[in-house]
């Protein structure tokens, strides 16, 4: 168990540089150059002549320069209005974090909080209504049920019945701008989780000492605290990593609907809205990358190593291995 | 019932499949007509200068029109063809690689089992939706209007084939590890010591006792890739990558030389073009998305209770009563009584 954790950690480690390579050579490719051309302008006797200076250094040049310049602190500059890149990004990353900060805790007690309710204490199976509702989670799409609620929303407002706007649908300046998009960022993993909990918790509910707890008179509540939560804990926890994989997944989609100016809006305009500055930039969408594989991979072993830490068996065998 | 989610799922997809192939000859208008003044109960509805006909108002347009006046329900009722078209070819393909390669590295045992343990990592590491948008503005190019001058050329040109690429990249991954677990377990068991005995060699062991047991779970494999791809192509069609062209729609509200209304619409009908452009139609028709999203979700929670009810049929720790292989099992012939009697 622990060898999967030193995996991961060197899966972090190796990966999210060659992401950043990835990106930075990705879009040189696409673009065509890694700094963009320069207006010269050159004075002669009478006159002036305007001229541009094209990059065309070779990619390993300019990314060896990148790097020795990211080595001393230096992220680099956008070269439409020469704002430093840390400056430009700063902000996006603090939203991103909130977002996701929100968005986790969301899923984190949406998801178990289902799972304990989805199970009926006089069979001990999950419930046919929890069922329906856990396949309908998993089915409906997150930016489908945000252009529904957006809808709703404006509805609501257009007939009458609200005077103003219930939660603002778009932006990023206020704290109330977040509810909407952590909820829909939160739904499809909660979901997830709750479907898989739920199963390995009616899978234990089955076996013969949760019988032999009931028949000694055991209160419902403290079979499920002192019995069956425990021995699901590990398993849950590890999907927990993939649930929240899902959520960093979708960040993209929904800081796009929503217009949450975070990592997510900023890597959707950096590839398809001419009009961004960031637009191509192999800097930045090197970073972009970079950044969205090192959560989603540290996000995955969080979960794994919280599952390791849960479960006594693989506790105890790591300290034997230590 | 004895298994609720496979019987609905069943009808669910069925009946998008009806849709699928029926649909186009049911519809009742030309999907690709535009009825730019339309005249209904005194009041005049057409493309964006003016208003646009809602649903259920018309009789003969039940769904209304879409926001360039487009008939909604023959829309509608053409698009599920490519979509379910593409989502299948794109689901078996997916289905095929991952079969192919997570039964090799099943069959190679523990010393390759590392290597798609390590992809597997990889792959979550960056979401498929960022590698499909990647591959697709690789190829094709930005969705949106790029103007030469004063005259708009039209980007989106992804085909089927670059939707192919762009979802197969790494979309492999999850059943190949699926398959992959099973081949191992498979593997464990003492009867292919007994084949090895007999003399047979490693491709007929894979041929008569590995690839037999694989088959069950291809269904369920083949349900959870559509749900899967689905999704993806939906959240891409709502990002404005989807499969068939589009045209340049324009319209003139003031006396001018240059058209004041300019719109990248899709011409051929696709859910997932259906879906694209939500803030640019919220205003002026927001049921189209909603329709759409509808017929898309509709799709979805079929795969998704088809798969969830296959599995449940694979799952041999639930009690099972009913076995679709059962369906197709030969009774056991009884034994015939009187001749062995006569025998006797």
């Known amino acids: ?322 | 019932m004895k298994n609720l989610p496979l019987t609905l799922g069943l009808l669910i997809t069925g009946f998008m499949l009806l849709i699928a192939i029926f649909g186009p000859s049911l519809a009742p208008h030309d999907p690709l007509a535009e009825n730019r003044s339309f005249r209904y109960e005194g009041k005049f509805y057409g493309g964006p200068p003016r208003e646009t006909l809602p649903p259920f108002v018309h009789p003969e347009h039940p769904l209304g029109f879409d926001d360039i006046s487009r008939d909604l329900l023959s829309r509608l009722l053409w698009a599920v063809r490519p979509t379910l078209i593409l989502c299948v070819i794109i689901a078996s393909v997916r289905l095929v690689l991952g079969m192919a390669i997570g039964g090799i590295t099943g069959f190679f045992g523990q010393r390759v089992a590392w290597l798609l343990d390590t992809l597997m990592s990889i792959t979550s590491a960056i979401p498929i939706l960022i590698i499909a948008l990647g591959y697709l503005i690789w190829t094709n190019g930005t969705a949106l209007v790029i103007y030469q001058g004063t005259t708009p050329m039209v980007a989106n040109k992804a085909g089927i084939s670059a939707f192919l690429i762009a979802l197969c990249l790494t979309g492999w991954v999850n059943s190949a590890s699926v398959i992959q677990g099973h081949v191992q377990k498979v593997l464990q068991a003492q009867y292919l010591e007994s084949a090895l005995a007999i003399g047979l060699n490693r491709w007929q062991i894979a041929y008569r006792y590995i690839l037999p047991q694989m088959l069950p779970l291809l269904p369920m494999l083949l349900a959870s890739e559509l749900t899967a791809v689905t999704l993806i192509v939906a959240e891409l069609g709502y990002l404005g990558y989807f499969i068939g062209g589009s045209y340049v729609y324009s319209d003139f509200t003031k006396d001018v030389p240059l058209p004041d209304i300019v719109k990248q619409k899709a011409s051929q009908p696709e859910l997932g073009q259906m879906l694209s452009d939500f803030f640019g139609q919220y205003s002026r028709s927001p049921w189209v998305s909603v329709f759409a999203g509808i017929l898309m979700v509709l799709l979805l929670i079929g795969f998704t209770l088809t798969s969830e009810g296959l599995r449940r049929q694979l799952d041999i720790t639930r009690p099972r009563r009913w076995n679709w292989r059962g369906l197709f099992q030969r009774k056991p012939s009884k034994p015939n009584k009187t001749k062995l009697n006569q025998t006797a």
């Open chain 1, 1 to 322: 168990m622990s060898r999967l954790i030193l995996r991961k950690l060197g899966l972090l480690i190796v990966l999210v540089p060659v992401l950043h390579l990835f990106g930075a050579w990705y879009a040189y490719k696409y673009i065509g150059y890694f700094n963009p051309p320069k207006l010269v302008i050159t004075t002669f006797e009478n006159g002036y002549s305007e001229d541009y200076e094209y990059d065309t250094q070779p990619f390993m040049t300019r990314y060896r320069e990148t790097l020795g310049a990211m080595a001393n602190g230096d992220l680099g500059r956008i070269d439409r209005d020469r704002t430093k890149i840390s400056a430009y990004m700063d902000d996006f990353v603090i939203r991103s974090a909130k977002l996701l900060g929100l968005a986790f805790l969301m899923t984190i007690v949406l998801g178990l909080g289902m799972c304990l309710l989805a199970i009926s204490p006089r069979t001990g199976r999950i419930s046919p209504g929890m069922v329906s509702v856990f396949t309908l989670g998993n089915a409906i799409p997150g930016f489908f049920l945000g252009s529904l609620l957006i809808l709703a929303l404006l509805y609501v407002k257009r007939i009458g019945w609200t005077n103003q706007l219930l939660l603002p649908v778009q932006g990023y300046s206020t704290a109330k701008h977040m509810i909407l998009p952590a909820l829909i960022l939160a739904l499809r993993p909660a979901f997830y989780i709750a479907s898989i909990g739920a199963s390995l918790l009616e899978n234990e509910f089955q076996q013969d000492y949760v019988r032999f707890a009931k028949s000694k008179g055991l209160r419902w509540r403290t079979i499920v605290r002192r019995h069956a939560i425990p021995n699901v804990a590990p398993a849950v926890f590890a999907s927990l990593g993939r649930g929240l994989q899902m959520a960093v997944g979708s960040l993209v989609l929904v800081e796009a609907l929503f217009d949450w100016r975070g990592i997510g809006w900023m890597l959707f305009n950096t590839l398809t809205n001419e009009k961004a500055i960031t637009f191509f930039n192999p800097l930045i969408l090197g970073l972009l990358l970079a950044m969205m594989g090192a959560v989603l991979i540290a996000v995955d072993l969080l979960a794994s190593v919280l599952s390791l830490w849960i479960n006594p068996i693989g506790r105890h065998a790591s300290v034997g291995r230590g």
